[in-house]
């Protein structure tokens, strides 16, 4: 087994601050996943990341950057926090694609004021 | 493009009822599907995945899914339904080959004892 650890747990920061969120996993798993769950909707994907040092862009990726720099770990920066944002920023890793599920963190939950 | 769509943004039964909850997808060729669910202050955890074959699959804590490719659709099934069941369920869709899931906006299932 694994598991995935998120910090911080919870972030609360000032509109226009860059703020980075932190993703372990120890399944030594090859892709790794950042979404963003509002209330009432589903997880939109940020980034992704096939292996270490590889990005690629979700459907959400605008206003965010990550880095792979090892492959037990994922970061997500905000990179300008927006006035009253509130969402939960959730990790997951799989070992590849399709055949595989992904595993997911207990998330970050931002609240910006 | 490819997308899910779960209609019933809540649903409620009794317990000892059955349980069905709707997923639809659009997808240009054979998906790779997936039921997740998430219990009240936790994260996301798989149930079951459909990738090729038998079209009734089974998951865990009970649940089964069946993958109608006629009418695109992927219902998730429990009977008896049990109140911790109780917990948001969300389809998921990965096309073949593209790492990337989508998810629908989700099912809160509440289930009165």
């Known amino acids: 087994g694994g598991i995935i650890t998120q910090t911080p747990k919870f972030l609360i920061g000032q509109e226009g601050q860059k703020l980075t969120l932190k993703c372990q996993q120890n399944f030594n798993h090859d892709t790794m996943y950042w979404y963003r769950q509002d209330s009432g909707k589903g997880l939109r994907l940020i980034y992704y990341?096939?292996?270490?040092?590889?990005?690629q862009k979700g459907d959400l990726s605008e206003g965010y950057d990550a880095s792979r720099e090892k492959k037990s770990s994922f970061s997500l920066t905000v990179t300008s926090a927006q006035k009253n944002e509130m969402a939960v920023f959730l990790c997951a890793s799989s070992p590849g694609t399709g055949l595989h599920t992904q595993y997911f963190g207990p998330g970050t939950r931002l609240l910006v004021l | 493009a490819q997308s899910v769509d779960q209609p019933d943004a809540h649903v409620t039964l009794s317990e000892g009822a059955s349980l069905e909850l709707r997923c639809s997808y659009s997808?240009?060729?054979?998906?790779?599907l997936f039921w997740y669910v998430q219990y009240p202050g936790q994260s996301l955890q798989f149930l079951l995945k459909y990738i090729t074959g038998d079209t009734v699959v089974k998951g865990t804590k009970g649940f089964e899914a069946e993958f109608r490719k006629s009418n695109s659709s992927f219902n998730l099934k429990k009977s008896p339904a049990h109140w911790s069941d109780s917990a948001k369920y969300f389809c998921?869709?990965?096309?073949?080959?593209?790492?990337?899931?989508?998810f629908g906006a989700g099912t809160r299932l509440k289930v009165i004892a």
């Open positions: 997808y240009s060729a054979a998906p790779y």
């Open positions: 998921a869709l990965e096309g073949p080959g593209n790492y990337k899931y989508v």
């Open positions: 990341s096939i292996t270490e040092n590889d990005l």
